[in-house]
């Protein structure tokens, strides 16, 4: 999962260094930040030794695929790139965090029953 959004990034600044300079301090950066901010909450969550803290970054991560996404339609939509691909990407992960997400939820949830038993 991690890697998908790294790749992302990478594929996300190549777009953006064809966005008008005029952009440069509004989407570019806004687009870029929101999409290094997935991978970095993903890497962050994993090493977190508490399942609720790994639930917290991941939904901060999904958080930012959203804020990506719709950065995405916007710059389809000022004719600024073809951004159809990334969206599919985005599509992509954003299935596989939510299942991600659910799994670890539903161990935790299962734990917490077992001790509140």
Do not use: C
């Not at 951004?83 to 991600?100: G, H, P």
Request: proline share 2%.
């Amino acid at each position: 999962m991690w890697k998908k959004t790294h790749r992302l990034v990478l594929e996300t600044y190549a777009l953006t260094n064809s966005f008008p300079k005029s952009g440069i301090y509004g989407l570019t950066s806004q687009l870029r930040r929101s999409a290094v901010s997935i991978p970095a909450n993903i890497a962050e969550g994993f090493k977190k030794r508490g399942k609720a803290d790994k639930i917290r970054f991941l939904n901060i991560a999904q958080g930012s695929l959203e804020e990506t996404r719709y950065y995405f339609i916007l710059a389809r939509d000022l004719n600024y790139g073809n951004t159809e691909e990334l969206l599919n990407k985005i599509e992509e992960v954003s299935k596989i965090l939510e299942s991600y997400s659910k799994s670890i939820s539903n161990s935790l949830k299962a734990e917490n029953k077992k001790w509140s038993s």
